[in-house]
Every structure is written in C-alpha cells, then in structure tokens.
C-alpha cells in the first residue's frame, strides 16, 4: 500500500522555521521526483520545490533562497526545510511523488498545516 506521511506543521511567527518531512512507503522511493506543493484558502495548489531522482532541485519563485529541499533514500524520507516565513507562507502543504515505470504514477500525502501569525 502506497504511503506518503508528512509531518513537522505548525504554527510559527513570522521569519521563524520550520521543516516538514514526508516518508514514503509502497513504492520505490529512490525512483521518485518528489515535489512539495502547498495550497492556501481560496488559492490554487502550487508546486513550491521539487527533488529529482539524482538530487536536482528547483523552487517556486517565492520561496527561492528562503526554502531548501532535501531528500534520503536510505529513509524513504523528503525534507522540506523552511526559513524565514512570511504572512503568505502559510497553507496546507502536500508532498508528491512522481515516477515513470512503464507508466506514469502519482502519489499524494494528506497534507499538513503550515501557520505563520506573530
């Protein structure tokens, strides 16, 4: 059964911290982009950041040089690390995997909360 467990939302005040980590299980996470999208009221879902399978990453305009994305095979684990949060950060952010193997496949996690408010 195919998993993705993300955790390390809350709450934090503004140019505070946080990481958010995503364990994947099920598949084959090493073959995996994996991506972090967020999605706030109203607001569509936006792709943030994103990790090849071979550590390449790329960030959404708004978070460049503020967010970094990480990932570790041995741990099936992807990171997302964020810093110097700002009043539009917050959301509900979802980790993705996407692999190609004969066919295209797309896993989802449920989400966590991310608040940034002083």
Known sequence: QVQLVESG???VQPGGSLRLSCV???????S?????YRQAPGK???LVASITTGGSSNFADSVKGRFTISRDNAK????????SLKPEDPAVYYCQAVGFLLKLYIYWGQGTQVTVSS
Not at 32 to 36: A, D, K, Q, R
Not at 76 to 83: E, G, H
């Open 9 to 11: 939302g809350g709450l």
């Open 24 to 30: 994947a299980s099920g598949f084959t996470f090493s």
């Open 44 to 46: 569509e879902r936006e």
């Open 76 to 83: 099936n684990t992807v990171y997302l690390q964020m810093n």
């Open 32 to 36: 995996y982009t994996m991506n972090w």
